[in-house]
T-cell receptor
């Protein structure tokens, strides 16, 4: 079945780059997403990438997509303490058109 | 800023009580969702709706029920709450398109004693 995997924790120092990785199983996924959840809040769409793209950049965020390996990554440049949150990778599921979310990666940024 | 609202924000109730969690959106989105979120972060889809009078069960079996009488409103009801229902409940909405961008409410943290 469709599945999305990500590592659960990442800790970085302020000013460093963060790279959050994700693997997915459905090779027919058309769109892949990154959502951010701050403490006590709902999820917020950060960025998404269409499956025919390899890379998408949006200010400090860079998304890389390797379709062959079904690997998606989110790079945050110059990570700030305000970037501390849980980051969810998601793909569009085929069957009911619902998003399939990973378990989330908790990013901790140390000053 | 997302125009999707959940009430109450926090709820502490005793076992056996009936409760309704409210979710409303003003964006005219057809598709709406309820997710249950573990303390360990994982999201579980429990209900969704394609539009008015449509309700579907999600991937995780839930004792809750939902209704969709109006486009903007998607309440979730627990007829008899139990401690195992203690969780964060997140409501979301989207246009139901191929590129489905979801907007989430702030969630309801439910504690059943």
């Amino acid at each position: 079945g469709e599945d999305v995997e990500q590592s659960l924790f990442l800790s970085v120092r302020e000013g460093d780059s963060s790279v959050i990785n994700c693997t997915y199983t459905d090779s027919s996924s058309t769109y892949l997403y990154w959502y951010k959840q701050e403490p006590g809040a709902g999820l917020q769409l950060l960025t998404y990438i269409f499956s025919n793209m390899d890379m998408k950049q949006d200010q400090r965020l860079t998304v890389l997509l390797n379709k062959k390996d079904k690997h998606l990554s989110l790079r945050i440049a110059d990570t700030q303490t305000g970037d501390s949150a849980i980051y969810f990778c998601a793909e569009m599921g085929r069957s009911q058109g619902n998003l399939i979310f990973g378990k989330g990666t908790k990013l901790s940024v140390k000053p | 800023e997302a125009d999707i609202y959940q009430t109450p924000r926090y709820l502490v109730i005793g076992t056996g009580k009936k409760i309704t969690l409210e979710c409303s959106q003003t964006m005219g989105h057809d598709k709406m969702y309820w997710y249950q979120q573990d303390p360990g972060m994982e999201l579980h889809l429990i209900h969704y709706s394609y539009g008015v009078n449509s309700t579907e069960k999600g991937d995780l079996s839930s004792e809750s029920t939902v209704s969709r009488i109006r486009t903007e409103h998607f309440p979730l009801t627990l007829e008899s709450a139990r401690p195992s229902h203690t969780s964060q409940y997140l409501c979301a909405s989207g246009l139901g398109q191929t590129n489905e961008k979801l907007f989430f409410g702030s969630g309801t943290q439910l504690s059943v004693l």
